[in-house]
């Protein structure tokens, strides 16, 4: 479980996120809305762990470790993982590589890479050269050979083509164990009670929405979280309102 | 006749002329006498002690041969191995070669000059050894041809001159590795070599260096290229050296002839480094890449590099990396000069640190900050250099791996 307690978070000197309350129970998954700048990556990059982004108040308590403070790696070790809206490229490191290191050992590369059609990606540098699409299935891929636990997901649809958003939405979808059996488990009812892994995903066009049925949906306005709910509702509201109109509503 | 004495009179005005570039070294402090060594039959290679063998094996030396089509070990002043096992692949050591052979004296001293400096001065008045590599016609190598250049006597100054010759169409790589015995400190190893690449062949030359904290280093190399030729010169030194100074240069003599220096350098503390890079672009159609990689730890790294388009159509790309982890100074001279119309030629300069940015995701995916540097570091040290035998490089990945675990 994630417990986000009366979170403040400062960056460049600057408040971008306050009275942030947040928990996530295993195998929920939740939906973050906002306008551009609200505040959804800083704190997807606080829960990760980026020391940019500084706690002024408030903890992070994640499957009962208080990690307010930890460092990322701590935190990834933990079980928490990030698909990234811009990662870096790093030059001379080959995504196979990258892969491997993910899975913290011996993996197999080329079939999870087939999963996801990269498989000719495989011996290029990692995020080098790689269109806006290319890198959302390379995030992907790197979180699958991860397999955390919580998953943060920013924007993981935005600027994918039709074609792949399914394939994105379905991986997605596997990843939060939304979509398949777990092994053991008898009807529907019953694979919910052994899902565990936890999602928060933030999405800005809500096609994620389709494939992935959500357990909660939030709004982040101005660095606060302005509304709860079903995340359909919540984004029929933005979509038919707007933002500032749907926050209106909630409070 | 004449030749000869022209030559001595030339290398005798300049034995005090210093170089262009890099730290002078007084040669008097240095002993150039004779020095007899063994001459060891190839199983005997096997059985130098471990620590010896270990320092051939970083300079990528496979003492076994298995994957090697020849060998050349010169040990202080003298050959204690020579011999060619590939069809069409002659491995011949320069003194023999300068006795038996006449077509050598039209290779020697042909493209560097006896006067250059008083270092290309010394090889020629008290000339050690060396190799004369050369492919016939139309032959191929399978293997690498693989040469040694060992010091092992201290407050030696080895002198040593090479020749390689790939005759038209034919296909010859050469590993060179130069080491000191583990327990010399301070020598000066002087090195020419003269490369010529002569129609549609291809030759790829790798050289790593692995010397002590106390060694001066100045090879002097120039190579020709000739029409649709190709010419790979790799350059590796990842140990710690006193001072290197070197400015390798070639000329693209033919049409669509092609050059690419590659080099990755790791400067230690103390350790001085002036290397170059220059290829003349004199035909239509000629290619040049120089790529170099260069890391301080503490050390002094001297890049430099010229490109000089003198026909149309040729295009030329310089690209220098630096990073500085621990201190020291990267230097970048980066240096285009087009003469004609119709050049293409850019170059790319940058010397900084590791982005943090690529830490922190590394770490995010479950390294440690000291893993996720390394991991940068590695990645960055890790050129695809292009046109070479797979074997080959992964012979020269190897020598960086076996080195980086030393760093
Ligand atoms: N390095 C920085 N220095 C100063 N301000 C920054 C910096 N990085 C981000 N910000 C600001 O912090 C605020 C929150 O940014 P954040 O990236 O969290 O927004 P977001 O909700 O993810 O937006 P988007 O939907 O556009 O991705 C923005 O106003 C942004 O300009
Ligand atoms: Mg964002």
């Given at each position: ?19 942030i ?9 939740h939906?973050l ?21 500084r706690?002024t108040?408030?903890?992070i ?17 933990l ?12 030059n ?14 011996k ?30 299935r ?11 636990d ?6 993981p ?15 997605i ?7 398949v ?7 529907m ?13 933030i ?11 959500p ?19 919540i984004?029929?509201c ?13 409070i | ?12 005005k300049?034995?005090?002329k ?15 006498a004779?020095?007899p060594?063994q001459?060891m ?5 096997c059985t130098l002690p ?10 990528g030396?496979d ?10 070990f ?12 590939e069809?069409?692949i ?11 052979y ?14 250059q ?11 050690h ?7 016939l016609?139309g ?11 060992y010091?092992d ?11 390689i ?10 590993i060179?590795g ?16 003269e ?17 002590a ?13 000739e029409e ?12 710690p050296?006193?001072?290197i100074?070197?400015?390798?240069t070639?000329y ?10 590659y080099?990755?350098?790791v400067?230690?503390p ?53 990073l500085?982890?621990?201190?020291g ?33 590394l ?16 990645g ?5 250099i292009?046109?070479?035998?797979e074997?080959?490089?992964?012979e ?12």
């Amino acid at each position: 479980m994630l417990t986000i307690e009366d979170l403040r978070v400062e960056l460049a000197g600057k408040t971008v996120l306050q009275h942030i309350d947040l928990e996530i129970k295993p195998g929920e998954t939740h939906i973050l809305f906002g306008p551009n700048g609200s505040g959804k990556t800083s704190l997807l990059m606080t829960i990760m762990g980026y020391q940019q982004y500084r706690v002024t108040h408030g903890k992070i308590v994640f499957k009962g470790v208080d990690i307010t403070h930890a460092p990322i790696d701590e935190r990834a070790k933990l079980g928490i993982g990030m698909s990234y809206q811009r990662p870096p490229t790093i030059n001379g490191l080959k995504t196979r590589q990258m892969i491997e290191i993910c899975a913290g050992g011996k993996v197999d590369v080329e079939g999870l890479a087939k999963s996801l059609n990269f498989e000719s990606f495989l011996d290029r540098d990692v995020n080098a050269g790689f269109s806006g699409g290319e890198i959302k299935r390379s995030e992907l891929l790197q979180l699958k050979a991860q397999n955390p636990d919580l998953m943060l997901f920013d924007e993981p649809e935005s600027g994918v083509d039709i074609e792949n958003m399914a394939l994105i939405g379905k991986t997605i979808a596997a990843l939060l164990q939304k979509n398949v059996p777990v092994e053991g488990a008898g009807p529907m009812v019953e694979y919910k009670k052994h899902r565990n892994k936890m999602g928060l995903i933030i999405t800005h066009t809500g096609y994620i929405l389709e494939y992935v049925s959500p357990d909660k949906g939030q709004v982040l306005f101005n660095g606060v979280m302005a509304c709860t709910g079903n995340p359909n509702e919540i984004f029929k509201c933005i979509k038919d309102e707007g933002y500032e109109e749907c926050v209106k509503c909630a409070i | 006749m004449r030749d000869i004495d022209e030559m001595k009179e030339k290398a005798l005005k300049a034995v005090d002329k210093k170089a262009m570039f890099g730290e002078d070294i007084d040669l008097d402090e240095y002993d150039r006498a004779y020095v007899p060594h063994q001459y060891m039959a190839e199983e005997e290679i096997c059985t130098l002690p471990d620590d010896v063998q270990q320092r051939l094996v970083m300079s990528g030396l496979d003492l076994s041969e298995k994957e090697r089509g020849g060998t050349y070990f010169q040990k202080d002043t003298t050959v204690v191995h020579c011999h060619s096992m590939e069809q069409g692949i002659e491995v011949i050591p320069m003194k023999e070669a300068l006795e038996k052979y006449d077509w050598v004296k039209d290779y020697f001293w042909k493209l560097v000059s006896v006067d250059q400096d008083k270092y290309t001065a010394s090889a020629y008045l008290e000339l050690h050894d060396g190799y004369v590599i050369r492919a016939l016609p139309g032959s191929k190598s399978v293997y690498p041809i693989q040469a040694c250049l060992y010091l092992d006597k201290e407050g030696l100054q080895q002198n040593v001159h090479n020749l390689i010759i790939a005759e038209e169409g034919s296909e010859l790589h050469i590993i060179t590795g130069c080491a000191t015995a583990p327990h010399m400190k301070r020598g000066v190893h002087v090195g020419i070599s003269e490369f010529f690449v002569k129609k549609n062949a291809k030759l790829s030359f790798t050289m790593i260096h692995n010397w002590a904290e106390d060694m001066m280093v100045r090879p002097r190399s120039v190579g020709r290229v000739e029409e649709g030729a190709v010419f790979i010169n790799n350059y590796i030194c990842m140990k710690p050296v006193r001072s290197i100074q070197m400015y390798p240069t070639t000329y693209l003599d033919g049409d669509n002839a092609t050059a690419m220096f590659y080099s990755v350098i790791v400067g230690s503390p103390g350790s001085d480094f002036d290397v170059g890079g220059r290829i003349w672009l004199n035909k239509t159609g000629c290619r040049a890449e120089i790529i170099q990689r260069a890391i301080s730890n503490g050390g002094r790294i001297m890049n430099r590099g010229h490109l000089i388009g003198k026909a149309p159509d040729i295009k030329a790309h310089l690209e220098c990396r630096g990073l500085i982890l621990k201190g020291g100074i990267i230097d970048s001279i980066p240096q285009l000069e087009g003469h004609v119309e119709g050049v293409d030629m850019s170059h790319e300069a940058a010397v900084g640190k590791i982005a943090q940015e690529e830490i922190t995701y590394l770490m995010s995916r479950g390294l440690s900050a000291d893993e996720a540097t390394s991991t940068i570091v590695r990645g960055f040290l890790n050129i695809d250099i292009k046109g070479l035998p797979e074997q080959l490089r992964a012979e020269i990945d190897r020598a960086i791996e076996a080195s980086k675990e030393a760093m």
